[in-house]
Each structure stands twice: as structure tokens, then as C-alpha cells.
């Protein structure tokens, strides 16, 4: 667990939060909190201190550039690698195959 994560994933809530006609809640899994609006999810937070990623809704053409671009930044965690990127603090375990696995 890391500060930066923490604050990662505060922010993240917070911003999704105050957006209007959000829903939250856990339909995957006790360790995801899931945001929607309009019963569309954006935005996925993970409960596990020892992957401190966010992953949210992206346009495709967008994806790979900010891949490249960010080494925190990888394809979508839990979702369809075209449409999703998860955020971190830092490059993680996991990140490092490029592959969100």
C-alpha cells in the first residue's frame, strides 16, 4: 500500500462522486467498488492494497497513445482492453506484461 495510491484512488472516488446521477456499489465482486451513470460503468476501484489502480472508460483512440505515453498506465484490468485503461501509481507487477492480467 502507498500514500500515492491511496491518494490515487480517494481522488478517483471523490471526483466520481460528485458527479451528478452517479450510482456506486459492488456488483462484481466485494473487492470492487463500481461506478455508473446511467447504469453504465466509468470507473472501477480496487479494494487491494496491493494493487492500487483505478481502470476507467477510455475511447480506443486514446488508449494507446496514453499507454505509451505513461508507464503507469496500462490496458483495462478488468474489462475490454480497447475501451478500458488502468491508472497506478506507479508501474506495477502486473502492468509490466502490457497485457492488464
Known sequence: MSTAGDRLQDTARKAALALPDVSHGRPFTPGLD???VADKVFLIVTDDPQEQIITVKCEPEHTRA???GYASI???RYLDKRHWISLGPTPT???STGCGL
Open 34 to 36: 463500481v461506478y455508473k
Open 93 to 95: 507487477a502486473w502492468s
Open 66 to 68: 496514453l499507454e505509451r
Open 74 to 76: 496500462t490496458p483495462g
